[in-house]
T-cell receptor, first 112, second 115 residues
Framework: SQQGEEDPQALSIQEGENATMNCSYK?????LQWYRQNSGRGLVHLIL?????REKHSGRLRVTLDTSKKSSSLLITASRAADTASYFC????????????FGKGITLSVRP | DAGVIQSPRHEVTEMGQEVTLRCKPI?????LFWYRQTMMRGLELLIY????????DSGMPEDRFSAKMPNASFSTLKIQPSEPRDSAVYFC?????????????FGPGTRLTVT
């Protein structure tokens, strides 16, 4: 079954606005990661949050994790047209292997 | 570092032909992953290797698909014979798990079209 599922599936905002994307998962995790994919490119790692962390910041990115609800959110503040991309959450299992399970992704469009 | 290198970037072939996709992971990384991405099915993990050994190939769709990693710096994904439904973008990613962190670094992908 799909481990990470993002919502909404698509989001369109105006440049300068904040974008919030959500991810839910089903089983216990060690870490949760967010990746970005620009059209025609490979995925790029954005940020990792450990299961014992609740919030993490990196530049204009803010990630929260609620393990009791098995959910995470990615906030991009002061969005730019260059933030237009697909965003994926990925979870690892609660074991020792390095396999990640990716959600289907959220398509973010930032209008200039 | 050059990042993960994949070749070819684009491949167009006829149904029934053999297709070989290639990947060079980031030097020093010991985990390598092959994914397939389509609009309908999203990003699917096909197989992954740790220290050149296949760990989980449960995502390989059929016997027509095979993957090898003869050494730490090279891997291939082969489809024989290819079918139109294999058309997709195939990504290779590598990772160096450290301190419980498993960030993956993706290559640019190979866009495969089977006619």
């Amino acid at each position: 079954s799909q481990q990470g599922e993002e919502d909404p599936q698509a989001l369109s905002i105006q440049e300068g606005e904040n974008a919030t994307m959500n991810c839910s998962y089903k089983t216990s995790i060690n870490n949760l990661q967010w990746y970005r994919q620009n059209s025609g490119r490979g995925l790029v790692h954005l940020i990792l949050i450990r299961s014992n962390e609740r919030e993490k910041h990196s530049g204009r990115l803010r990630v929260t994790l609620d393990t009791s609800k098995k959910s995470s959110s990615l906030l991009i503040t002061a969005s730019r047209a260059a933030d237009t991309a697909s965003y994926f959450c990925a979870t690892d299992g609660n074991g020792a292997n390095s396999k990640l399970t990716f959600g289907k992704g959220i398509t973010l469009s930032v209008r200039p | 570092d050059a990042g993960v290198i994949q070749s070819p970037r684009h491949e167009v072939t006829e149904m029934g032909q053999e297709v070989t996709l290639r990947c060079k992971p980031i030097s020093g990384h010991n985990s390598l992953f092959w994914y397939r991405q389509t609009m309908m099915r999203g990003l699917e993990l096909l197989i992954y290797f740790n220290n050149n050994v296949p760990i989980d190939d449960s995502g390989m769709p059929e016997d027509r698909f095979s993957a090898k990693m003869p050494n730490a710096s090279f891997s291939t994904l082969k489809i024989q014979p290819s079918e139109p439904r294999d058309s997709a973008v195939y990504f290779c990613a590598s990772s160096l798990p450290s301190n419980g962190r498993y960030e993956q670094y993706f290559g640019p992908g190979t866009r495969l079209t089977v006619t």
